[in-house]
Structure formats: structure tokens, C-alpha cells
């Protein structure tokens, strides 16, 4: 059997969602059947969005603003964001499996910059991500689409970067020291084929990006 879960969750760096239910991608309905086609891709689209307060709040916050990707050839690439992004990509599944994932992400100020402007800064950010699977017999699978307007297992966009003395140094140990930077939202989708043929899933978005971190020289 050849079965993927692709689960995915928009969440901050803060929590993380443990999916227990194994979706086999083939659509057959359950875990016991024969995979009748092989995936050979998914295929990605990633959408963030952000009010004329917001980007202003970013600029309150942040050197500069920015979305990382995993694009079609696997790497994670990066753009500056202006408030409106929508790429779609397809990701090929090689032997070792698949990953796509997306973040905006504030290039901080300095923790004195932070403290010294007195007020927590909204910045609210809405982030989409949806994907569905290729076969080799060119089928598709559903869509599936998490979203930041309706988040899942508890988890809520990082929206409040928190200026004052009690909070900011948590805020930088967390979000900036770990991940290059603050995060209102994030994403990921991924599984892992091992050796034995057999696969292990990975929906930590924390995780991903912790080990794909991007902090300006």
C-alpha cells in the first residue's frame, strides 16, 4: 500500500496540531485497499493577503516583509510580500517523498526598536493553502485548503507582535531568535518515504521552518 496523509496545518510557532487520521491519497477510501495509481505530484497554491494597516503595522515592526515558499524544484525561495500574493506550483514526489510549505515573514527591528515604540502592533494576516494530488494515470485527488479564516486544532494566526517589557523578550526567543523573524502565519504539507518503502508523516509547520530559517545578515 502506498498511502499519504499530506496533513497540513496554518498555525503560529506556539502550537502544533497532531493528525491521527491516515487519508490514504489514492482516494479509495481506506487504509486496507490497493493503491490502484501512483502520485507522482502535488500541486500547490499559496495566498496571503494583508490590509493597508497591516503592511503599515509590518513596517512598525519589521526591516521588511517578506513570503517564503517551497517552489516547484523543492527549494524554499523568496519574495518580498506588498499585500497581496498568489503562486501556484507543482511539486514533483521524488523517492524520498514531498514537501510544500509558505510563511510571511517580518524581518525584525532590533528588540530596543521594539520596546521603545510602547504599543503591541496588529498584524493581522489571512494565508490560504490548498493543494491536491497528481497520479501517474492522470487523475487528480479533492482539493484540500487550510486556512488562516478558520484555523484547526486550537491553533490561531500569530497575530500581535507584543512591544513591551514583559513580553518582548519572549517574543524575539520565539519567533525572531528561532525563525529569523516574526511569523504571522505559516504552513505545511509533507510525508516522508522510508527506506522500507513505508512512510512517516510530519504536519509540524514549527518544525520545517525552525530547520529552514532565514535571518538577514
Known amino acids: ?24 491519497i489514492d482516494g479509495s477510501g481506506g487504509q486496507g485497499e490497493e493503491t490502484p495509481v501512483k502520485p507522482v505530484s502535488i500541486k500547490v497554491t499559496y495566498e496571503a493577503k494583508a490590509t493597508q494597516t497591516t503592511l503599515d503595522n509590518y513596517a512598525l515592526v519589521g526591516t521588511s516583509t517578506l513570503v517564503r515558499y517551497v517552489d516547484a524544484d523543492g527549494k524554499v525561495k523568496k519574495e518580498t510580500f506588498t499585500g497581496n500574493f498568489n503562486k ?13 510549505a509558505f510563511q510571511v515573514l517580518i524581518v525584525p527591528k532590533t528588540r530596543e526598536e521594539l520596546a521603545a515604540l510602547g504599543d503591541n502592533v496588529n498584524v493581522t494576516t489571512t ?25 484547526m486544532g486550537g491553533c490561531s494566526p500569530y497575530n500581535t507582535i507584543y512591544t513591551g517589557a514583559t513580553d518582548e523578550k519572549n517574543t ?45 545578515k
Open 88 to 100: 501556484t506550483v507543482t511539486i514533483p514526489i521524488t523517492s524520498k517523498g514531498v514537501d510544500a
Open 1 to 24: 500500500m502506498f498511502a499519504a496523509i499530506l496533513a497540513c496545518g496554518i498555525m503560529t510557532t506556539s502550537c502544533e496540531k497532531t493528525e491521527t487520521e491516515i487519508k490514504p
Open 127 to 151: 494565508m490560504n493553502f490548498s493543494y491536491l494530488v497528481n497520479y501517474d494515470n492522470n487523475t487528480q485527488s479533492e482539493v484540500f485548503l487550510f486556512t488562516t479564516e478558520k484555523p
Open 172 to 216: 524575539y526567543d520565539k519567533y525572531v531568535e528561532r525563525f529569523g523573524g516574526f511569523i504571522p502565519a505559516m504552513a505545511r504539507v509533507g510525508y516522508k518515504i522510508l527506506g522500507d518503502g513505508t512512510y512517516s508523516f510530519s504536519n509540524s509547520s514549527a518544525a520545517f521552518w525552525h530547520e529552514n530559517k532565514w535571518a538577514p
